[in-house]
């Protein structure tokens, strides 16, 4: 069951970025004219240069840095004029990148997190009292139990989470 | 009133920034609506982080905080869009592309779930403008904030993608703008009203992190430019990024913009009469006296 | 003489107008039909500015003009304006047009043009996207250079219609011409054959929200800018901001808007845009030598003789700064009107932002939209994009999927002026076999 939904996974990948039209792209630079982070780190992120390195390098980009640091604000995705779905893919990319195990750090610590705790940060006991002195509800360094089970179960079949263990 | 929503926090104002919690809280007590917390709720899962390692099992992580919303009959009301953002899309994922629905629904059947998708998603915002609605919300107004001049910052996942979320024009949204009105301030028109403060990428490295102090840097001048006395945000990331900025740009230039940055819920509040400590003003990190002082 | 056959045209653009004479020279009759109060399509919306430029060029209007005038006189060619189809019978040989003639209010074979009425009409009409019109009045010419030279009512707007009281223009026309009774007329035309030649129509840019174009005062389409700079023109054929009359100091031209895009539906490119934005772009830097003008575009599309080295000229000798990269979007400084656009340098790879003063749009160029409706009149078929289907593009260019109707221009796909004009003859050549052959056979029989 685990290797079935692992390699089906991997398939759907591929189509999906096959089925996205990466080649319709001309490279017009709409999507890098309207991205925040492209406008502030140009020298560390150009999304139409990533477009391109997806569709002609694919390998050598998956384990760059760069493909990281889209921040999915969608502006590009809402204005492309061959309606790439640029958003999409980059994230479609970086889960073939991790499948091949390049594991960006501060992004897997966070993963970890989740694992640990069910949320992206940390609900130190400290933390958790200031909340009740302001009269909101205390909520634990986890989430409860139960969801952390669960979240637990559902990841348990996923490759690309225990590959990092 | 007789509004009921099933509270989704989001990771940010439980564990980092609180103001936004208890302003939000407090300012629907004042409107009649009911917020319940929901104990099985985790973090959405954002799709640039959990949905990046493993898109099904990420979807299948957010979907089930659907399942557990669908066990009451009520509507999701989240605090951050990044939330709104990423719940909208993963409903529509959902509801639209069955091979997707299938493979999710196979990893869910191992806890027992299956997703339903009854409840809708909203966002504090859209709560205030859908259902409670401009009119209603003049009616309750005691306080005008006539002279106070707010630059709104939308947040991206509030009005983008249209594919997955349609609350307002990503071009050229205005609810904002015309929910400030409502409070009798000045919504001010900046380059940066509906752009991005690269909260949801800002962990993901240095590079990002100093991206998005120069992108808080850039709103701020935007907001400047504008003569705008305070920055209205609709999210808890937004916020922390346009407030920690300030702060961060102060240790590395010694200049500090001082400009208050309010959640809209605060903005609101002070209209209808709340106290800013109540709103939770005092939890602020810039500032927001001088603002104050003028409104009294 | 007796004419060999009858022919009608409809559209009387450059494509039109051409086919008409060609056909009306062979010995036809030919109806021109056209929708508009005047004939000459889009060339007499153009500027006429191609002499003042140093570089060889298409001149756009002043072929046409005396093509315009021997249309209007000639005896084998029957002029319908403010004509369109509305019916549709027969075969080859044996077609039966029903057309409507909307009326003018103006008789046709009393008017002068002596232009008596308008300058007293005291209605006026204020169209801010109407460079040339600008103010116009109630009775107005459609275009400084119509034919024929006869103006037309503009019945919203008349207050003789609204609530009749006004004569203004009757009482002081020297021919008695102005006719407010004039009426709808329903004409049939028998006809051998018919040629399509309705032409093109501008891609509305508002629909790109992010380029801000009726939205922001100075963001403004390539073909305002061409009324503006002709001398009719609402500024005399000064180029001016529309916000506060001032001469630009920078002005900056984006290429592709609409065209080549799925997001808009309008995949196809339109062809002529690069050429025609190269030839404006020059233009507005010799009436304004000190202002600087940007053109951003994707490709460069410049086929054809002498074209690419008109573009070296424009980029090189007269300094035009050309920018590979479709910009992001334009935001509008609420004080000073100027317009902020993002784009990215992709050549250099650098994501910037450029103020100006001035922003002209170069919108994707679309087959009429009267041509799904006419093509569901006659029977015949459209593409996708709204062209006219030909059954074979290079065995049989000129011809439809309906026999004896033939088209020529832009309604079949994006070409220039002298192509058009060009395919005019050869359609013409189509209609003249195709009667040929039928009398033939009616012979025969």
């Known amino acids: 069951m685990e290797t079935e939904i692992a390699s089906i996974s991997k398939e759907l990948l591929q189509r999906s970025i096959n089925a996205e039209k990466l080649r319709y792209c001309y490279g017009c630079g709409t999507c890098t004219a309207s991205c925040p982070v492209a406008k502030v780190v140009p020298e560390n992120f150009n999304p139409r240069g990533l477009l391109q390195k997806i569709f002609f390098d694919l390998n050598k980009t998956l384990t760059e840095d760069e493909l990281w640091l889209c921040a999915w604000c969608y502006t590009c995705y809402e204005r492309c004029p061959q309606e790439l779905k640029t958003t999409e893919i980059f994230l479609l990319t970086r889960n073939l990148a991790v499948e091949k195990g390049y594991f960006p750090k501060q992004p897997t610590a966070l993963i970890k997190l989740i694992l640990r705790s069910g949320r992206t940060l940390e609900v130190t006991p400290a933390r958790d009292r200031k909340r009740a002195a302001l009269g909101l509800r205390e909520i634990g360094e986890t989430v409860s139990e139960k969801a952390l089970r669960e979240i637990k179960i559902i990841t348990e079949k996923s490759s690309t989470w225990r590959v990092r263990e | 009133m007789n509004l009921e929503y099933s509270l989704f926090p989001g990771c940010v104002p439980s564990a980092r920034e609180f103001s936004c919690e208890v302003s939000a809280r407090k300012v629907f007590e004042a409107l009649d609506v009911e917020l319940h917390d929901v104990g099985d709720f985790t973090c959405c899962m954002p799709a640039c982080l959990v949905h990046s390692f493993d898109y099904v099992t990420g979807l299948a992580l957010t979907s089930r905080n659907f399942c557990v919303a669908d066990e009451f009959n009520r509507d999701i009301l989240t605090l951050c869009v990044s939330c709104y953002g990423n719940l909208s899309r993963a409903k529509k994922l959902m509801s639209e592309n069955g091979d997707l629905r299938r493979r999710v629904d196979e990893l869910l059947a191992a806890v027992g779930k299956s997703y339903g998708g009854k409840a809708s998603v909203k966002h504090s915002v859209t709560v205030l403008y859908e259902d409670i609605g401009i009119e209603s919300l003049k009616k309750n107004v005691t306080k005008t904030l006539k002279g106070i001049r707010a630059a709104p910052f939308y947040g991206c996942h509030l009005i983008r993608p249209r594919e997955y979320l349609s609350f307002d024009d990503p071009a050229f949204p205005v609810k904002l703008d015309e929910l400030i009105k409502v409070t009798g301030a000045t919504s001010v028109m900046h380059r940066e009203r509906a752009g991005c403060c690269i909260g949801c990428g800002s962990f993901f490295g240095e590079v990002a992190e100093e991206a998005a102090l120069r992108l808080s840097v850039d709103i701020l001048d935007s907001a400047r430019e504008a003569e705008a006395d305070c920055v209205i945000v609709t999210c808890p990331y937004c916020f922390l990024q346009i407030e920690m900025g300030q702060l961060l740009f102060k240790r590395r230039t010694g200049e500090l913009y001082n400009l208050p940055v309010l959640h809209y819920t605060d903005l609101l509040g002070l209209s209808l009469g709340i106290e800013p400590k109540e709103l939770g003003m005092d939890l602020h990190k810039i500032d927001p006296t001088p603002l104050l002082e003028r409104i009294k | ?445």
Not at chain 3, 204 to 223: F, S
């Open chain 3, 1 to 445: 003489m007796e004419n060999v056959g009858s022919v009608t045209v409809i559209g009387g653009g450059v494509a039109g107008i051409q086919a008409a004479l060609e056909l009306a020279k062979l010995g036809m009759l030919v109806y021109l039909v056209e929708e508009k109060p005047s004939i000459g399509g889009r060339i007499i919306e153009l500027n006429c500015s191609s002499c003042q430029l140093e570089v060889p060029m298409d001149c756009s209007i002043c072929p046409v003009i005396p093509k315009m005038v021997e249309c209007h006189n000639h005896s084998n060619i029957r002029l319908l304006t403010k004509t369109h189809v509305t019916g549709f019978s027969g075969a080859v040989g044996n077609f039966v047009l029903s057309v409507l003639k909307q009326p003018r209010f103006v008789h046709e074979d009393r008017c002068t043009g002596c232009g008596a009425c308008a300058e007293k009409c005291p209605v006026e009409v204020f169209d801010a996207f109407n460079m040339v019109q600008g103010k116009k009045k109630a009775i107005y010419f459609p275009v400084p250079q119509a034919f024929p030279q006869i103006p037309v009512i503009d019945k919203e707007n008349c207050v003789h219609f609204r609530n009749g009281n006004c004569k203004k223009c009757s009482e002081v026309c020297p021919t008695h011409a102005i006719d407010f009774s004039d009426e709808d007329m329903k004409i049939g035309i028998e006809s051998d054959a018919v040629v399509l030649a309705t032409g093109l129509s501008l891609y509305d840019p508002a629909a790109i929200r992010e380029y801000g174009y009726k939205r922001y005062k100075n963001v403004i389409t390539i073909l305002d800018l061409e009324q503006m700079t002709s001398i009719h023109g609402l500024t005399g054929g000064r180029v001016v901001r529309i916000s506060d009359q001032k001469k630009p100091r920078r002005i900056a031209f984006i290429q592709c808007v609409g065209s080549r895009s799925r997001r808009t539906g309008n995949n196809f490119c339109s062809g002529v845009c690069c050429l025609y934005t190269a030839k404006d772009a020059a233009l507005v830097k010799m009436l304004l030598p000190e202002t600087e003008v940007y053109v951003f575009y994707i490709d460069l599309r410049v086929f054809g003789k002498g074209y690419q080295e008109l573009l070296n000229k424009v980029r090189n000798d007269l300094g035009v700064k050309y920018i590979r990269g479709r910009p992001g979007g334009i935001w509008e400084d609420p004080k000073t009107k100027d317009l902020i656009i993002s784009y990215e340098n992709t050549l250099i790879r650098r994501a910037e932002k450029l103020r100006v003063d001035m922003v002209v749009l170069s919108p994707a160029l679309l087959p009429h939209p009267s041509n799904q409706k006419l093509a569901e009149i006659l029977g015949l078929e459209v593409d996708e994009d709204g062209f006219f289907k030909s059954p074979n593009p290079v065995a049989s260019p000129c011809d439809t999927t309906l026999e004896g109707v033939f088209t020529c221009g832009y309604c079949r796909g994006p070409r220039g002026i002298a192509e058009s004009a060009t395919q005019a003859s050869a359609a013409a050549a189509r209609v003249a076999e195709t009667i040929a052959l039928t009398k033939s056979r009616r012979v025969k029989r």
